[in-house]
């Protein structure tokens, strides 16, 4: 493999300890995958933020490393951590449990490291360009980024997110070279998908059947995707208000990446942009897809990038199966979960608008990223969801909270991803469906229908 002077002298050992192992982590990753050198990367995101799933262990390795003394070179996030940061007592969350975690989050910013921990970096400034070679560990980030942004990450562990953090660079190979960004799959689409729930159950049919290959859907361009954005509000004229509700105003870094969405999908908008992370994150989950194209909609896709011509061909012509994988026959819901992957502005405000002089009974949370939270709460759309029952929870999510010691036994999502992993992760029994659908279930406690 061939290093830089300056790569040489990191393995060397002449920047210390700590930056010695993060390119010996790299540079065996290179060598196992074939890589002729590393690469410099723009931002990193690291996984394996909750204590949760970090453990006593996982935090003792991330005290040492940052106890040599590392720091990040490159701008770098975090995951969702295991509890809202600000408002875990209200949420049940154990003294013990807490201690742990915001051990965990001083770790990080010891390294430098800002404690913004989410799974949507593009919605709250860390939004890459296309082409620009990133290291993102987070599964449903790894494929928004890759195939909406056209950026190029594989998906990184927590260790080598974290090496990649300290050194700023990532060996080149899989999604970061040209003839692994090409179709492997041929997905023709001949049923209706038009709820983001539907194109999480899309999702999950794919993921199962093409593992970690690289899907290129046909039949689901702009026009099914705007229709998708259409039938979740109810008229044109209420979507162009939230549209307007949600519009920038100041220059945030935040707002600066809605800008950014908006005028590279302006055909889709947010609710565009909100399908296409339910897709990635559903085929991240049943499959390990880490990059898609869609004919006429994502940009390696719209440049004739994706070499589609000896791809094998999948017809889905229903989302059923999928549908009845992601459903356990559960009447009784104790928590409706929104928000996977973290919830944009614009969904936020579509529950504000649904819970309008209703009353949960159900616990209701929407995660989101701190930071779309709190335009969230300027926006008064906080203080309506709460005025209802519900809560808007920031830096963490279903999966890696601590569910199980709150004592719920059942959850309905909007999410696949969600529906994928509560049962397995948290213990709960699951129903999935329709934002409407999950909505109504807080309200009434039971699952409509
Ligand atoms: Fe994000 Fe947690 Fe879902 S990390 S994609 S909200 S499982």
Redesign the pocket.
């Given at each position: 493999m061939h290093l830089t002077l300056e790569e040489k002298a990191m393995l060397a050992g002449d920047f210390g300890p700590g930056i010695k192992k993060a390119v010996e982590i790299i540079v065996a990753l290179g060598k196992i995958y074939g890589a002729q050198e590393l690469v410099p990367v723009r931002s990193v995101q690291v996984a394996g933020v909750s204590y949760k799933n970090l453990g006593d262990a996982g935090l003792e390795f991330l005290r040492e490393w940052a106890g040599q003394g590392v720091q990040v070179r490159v701008p770098t996030t975090l995951?969702?951590a295991g509890m809202d940061l600000a408002r875990w007592r209200e949420l049940g969350i154990s003294e013990e449990f807490a201690r742990k975690q915001m051990a965990v989050i001083e770790v990080f910013e010891a390294m430098g490291i800002a404690p913004s921990c989410s799974?949507t970096p593009y919605l709250t400034g860390n939004l890459p360009a296309f082409g620009q070679h990133i290291a993102w560990s987070?599964s449903?980030a790894v494929s928004f980024a890759n195939s909406v942004l056209g950026a190029r990450t594989n998906r990184e562990g927590g260790p080598s997110a974290l090496a990649a953090a300290i050194t700023g660079r990532t060996a080149r190979y899989g999604l970061h070279l040209d003839e692994n960004r090409r179709a492997t799959h041929v997905i023709e689409v001949r049923c209706p998908v038009v709820s983001e729930a539907d194109f999480g159950a899309l999702g999950y049919l794919v993921g199962r059947r093409v593992g970690d290959g690289v899907p290129y859907f046909k039949g689901l361009g702009k026009s099914q995707m705007a229709l998708a954005g259409r039938q979740t509000s109810a008229s044109l004229r209420r979507e162009r208000s939230v549209e307007r509700s949600v519009e920038p105003s100041s220059g945030s870094d935040a707002d600066l990446s809605l800008r950014a969405l908006r005028r590279d999908l302006p055909e889709l908008g947010n609710r565009g942009q909100g399908t296409l992370k339910a897709l990635g994150?559903a085929m991240a989950a049943s499959g390990a897809v880490a990059l898609y194209h869609v004919e006429g909609v994502t940009p390696e896709a719209r440049a004739g990038n994706v070499g589609a011509a000896e791809a094998e061909a999948v017809v889905i012509d229903s989302l059923d199966e999928g549908y009845a994988a992601l459903n356990s026959p559960v009447d009784q819901i104790d928590l409706v979960s929104i928000?996977?992957?973290?919830a944009s502005l614009i969904e936020i405000e579509e529950v504000a608008r649904w819970l309008e002089g209703k009353r949960v009974r159900a616990k209701l949370w929407i995660?989101t990223a701190r930071e779309t939270g709190e335009r969230a709460q300027e926006k008064g759309l906080v203080e309506r969801i709460e005025a209802a029952g519900g809560r808007v929870v920031a830096d963490t999510?279903l999966?890696?909270a601590p569910i199980e010691e709150l004592g719920l036994r059942s959850m309905a999502t909007n999410?696949a991803?969600?529906a994928f992993?509560a049962p397995t992760h948290s213990g709960l029994e699951v129903r999935f469906g329709r934002l409407e659908q999950c909505l109504e279930a807080a309200v009434t406690g039971r699952w409509p229908g």
């Open positions: 995951n969702p799974c987070e449903s994150a928000g996977c992957p973290h995660t999510c999966v890696v999410s991803k969600a992993y």
